[in-house]
Every structure is written in C-alpha cells, then in structure tokens.
C-alpha cells in the first residue's frame, strides 16, 4: 500500500513541478541539477549521475543544455579528465528565480501536513532508499 501511494504521489507531483518550472523553460531533470550543485559546490559528472541515479550519457546531455542556456560551466578539477561544474552568474540568478517558484509551490502542496509529519515522511524516505542501494 505505501509504494502505490508513493507511485500515485509521484506522477502528479512530477507533471504539476514541470507545469511550474516551465515558467522559466527548465524541466525537472535540469531544475535537479542546478540544485545539487548549488548544494554541493563543483560536483563531478559523476556525482551528478549519481546523485540522480542516472546514467552518465543522460547527465551529460543535460549538462550540455544548461551549458548552452548559460546557466552552467566546467570548471578545473584536480585531474585534467575531471570535468567539474558549477553555476555561472546567470545560473545563481536563475536558480534564485526557480527557487522562489519551487518554494511555493512546495508551500502550497504540503498545507495540512505538519512539520514532524514531514520530518517523519523523509527519514522514512531516506531508509527505504538506502535499504534499496545496498
């Protein structure tokens, strides 16, 4: 019963998050990307396709798309195959911008639902996806 709800959860939440960051002409995958490295600092490719629990050819075509949006650059890593990425000043404005949306948004669809609730919901989360990753 828990995973139908989680799966009846998910489309919705999915289609009506690309409703509202289609406001600023980003999709999911690309609002998940900025986020972790605005969270992380210069992740590698590899972090990313990781984080996303994705294939590197996905993260890679993504990438390419925010880096021609402006919104994303390599930058140096320690070794000269690392590619590492992190936002360009129009990125950080951008991500500001979707932020805003993202935040109410969010706002909006928990009302009714406390904060311990939340905090319960996520740990939950957490546990049935590390179980899943051993």
Do not use: C
């Not at 360009?88 to 948004?105: C, H, P, W």
């Not at 904060?115 to 740990?123: D, F, M, N, Y």
């Amino acid at each position: 019963m828990f995973f139908q709800q989680l799966t009846q959860l998910y489309r919705p939440f999915e289609s009506k998050l690309n409703v509202e960051l289609g406001k600023h002409q980003l999709y999911r995958a690309q609002w998940s990307i900025l986020y972790y490295i605005v969270n992380i600092g210069s992740p590698t490719l590899v972090d990313i396709s990781n984080y996303l629990g994705v294939e590197k050819p996905t993260v890679t075509r993504t990438i390419n798309r925010l880096e021609e949006l402006g919104y994303v650059k390599h930058v140096p890593g320690k070794d000269r195959r690392e590619k590492r990425m992190q936002l360009t000043s129009l990125g950080q404005q951008v991500y500001k911008e979707v932020r805003e949306t993202v935040d109410e948004f969010e706002k909006e669809i928990i009302k009714g639902v406390s904060e311990q609730e939340l905090l319960e919901a996520i740990h939950v989360m957490k546990a049935i996806r590390n179980n899943l990753l051993m």
